[in-house]
Every structure is written in C-alpha cells, then in structure tokens.
C-alpha cells in the first residue's frame, strides 16, 4: 500500500489546528509547516502526533513548497488550517492510491461553512484552490506571496475527486477584515507592472463585489454571501490603493518648534 503524507501550513491557528490534525489521523505522517507561531499551534499539533517544521514565511508559494519536500510518503495530501478532512474524501483518497489510479495530481472540492451556513453561492461551491493531493515530485508550486500557482509536473491530466473536504475560513469578521488587509499587501506586487489610480482602485473594488455578489450568486447566501462580495470589494480596493500609494511621494506638511511667547 502506497503511504501518505498530510501536510497543513500554519501560523498562529492554536483555535484551529486541534481539528485540521484530527481530520488527517488516518494519513500514515502529518507534517505542520509553522512559521514562527506564538500562540502554541506547534505545541498542539506535536501532542497530536505531527511532525512541526519551522519555515519562515517568505510567500505562500516558497513556503509550500519547502512543506512538501519535508514530506517522505509517496502522496501527499495538502490540507489548511481552516480545513477538514471528511471521512468520504479519506475513503475516496485511500482507495484512488490503493490502485492504479489514472492522474498523479488531483483537485479536491471544498464546501465552505460562513456566518452559521453552509455556503452555496458566491464562488464558494464547489471551491477549488491548488490541487490537494498528488504523487510525491508530480507537483510544484509557483513562487507568487499570495494565490499561489502550480506545475504538474507528471505529464498527466490533472483529476478531479468526487467528494468535499470541508473549510470554515473565518471565525468572525474581525478575522475576514485581518485576512483583507493581509492578502491585499501581499497581492501589491502582482499588480506592480500596472498603472494605477484611486479611481481604478474603486472599479476594480466595485466589479469584485458585482462578480461576486450578482454574476456568482452571494445574494443567495444572505449577510454572508454580502460579506463575502464586500471583503473581496475591499480586498481589491485596498490592493490597488496600496499599489498606488507607493508611487506617491506624501509626506506630512513641515511644522515649526512651538515655545511659549514671551510676554
């Protein structure tokens, strides 16, 4: 039977990390790529039997591709912290592996829970990111900060399984604004070779939020799927004012020393 590898990136997801271990048990090495946590993620993911390695964050693209090569199984299963493995998709990996399966790279479907719902518009289901899992050395990553591409390196066409994990991306708004406000720098130098300005920045803003919200059906996910158009409304906003901002030269009008006047 070919072995498994999980491996899951972390940084600072001690409220999460508990569960995204316990939904990969099953895989024969589980492998957490921490960046320096503070809040004892690493030290919960070793007392549930995970190898922690420490990468320092240099991008996602670098940072996962230093995860897989510290995985030794001959798959590898890539999982988040705010993912969960479901028993359907074990099965359906165990048994794919077992055989003689007809792709080495395969996207897995994500079903993704938001504001007490399952979420069923917006972009949202089914949601696929990186292929998940694939033979050891079939796959590499791209090297861009944020929205990471990949390479199938194997030379067959990528698969695609059945079955959803599932993955709850954000625990409060105050979580959806901090993960706005980080991916949106991280996104600046994708936009570094384009011309900017404040006006572009709202209708790149403005048609984030309608693609979402009207043309991928957030409207029928209520106050979530309105939050989920606004922060992506945001994200590109910021993205590009950020881009902008950097080519300005502002700086605060000068002030002269203030003592009290004689008298």
């Known amino acids: 039977m070919p072995t498994i590898t999980a491996y899951i990136i972390a940084y600072n997801e001690a409220e999460k990390i508990d569960a995204a271990v316990s939904s990969v048990l099953w895989a024969d090495e589980i492998v957490v790529a921490d960046s320096g946590s503070t809040d004892g993620t690493a030290e919960r993911a070793t007392a549930l039997g995970a190898r922690v390695v420490q990468i320092p964050f240099q991008g996602f693209g670098d940072l996962r591709n230093k995860a897989i090569a510290q995985c030794t199984g001959d798959w590898i ?44 518009g917006s972009g949202w289901y089914p949601n696929f990111r990186q292929p998940q899992l694939f033979k050891n050395g079939a796959m590499r990553y791209t090297l861009e900060p944020v929205h990471e591409g990949y390479e199938n390196l194997s030379g067959k066409p990528i698969g695609v399984l059945a079955n959803a994990i599932w993955q709850f991306p954000f625990r409060n708004i105050e979580e959806v604004i ?86």
């Open 178 to 263: 901090h993960k706005m406000n980080r991916y949106s720098s991280l996104g600046v130098p994708k936009i570094a070779h384009k011309k900017v300005s404040m006006a572009s920045a709202f209708g790149h803003g403005l048609w984030s939020f309608i693609k979402h919200y009207i043309f991928k059906k957030g409207f029928i996910d209520g106050w979530a799927g309105f939050v989920i158009a606004f922060g992506n409304f945001e994200g590109t906003f910021y993205r590009y004012a950020k881009r902008y901002e950097q080519n300005q030269t502002w700086q605060p009008p000068q002030s002269e020393p203030l003592r009290r006047e004689n008298r």
């Open 77 to 120: 299963f890539s999982l988040d912290s705010d993912e969960r493995c479901t028993a359907p998709v074990r099965d359906e990996i165990l048994a794919l592996i077992a055989g003689n399966p007809p792709s080495d790279v395969y996207r897995v479907p994500r079903r993704s829970y938001m504001m007490g719902r399952w979420i069923k």
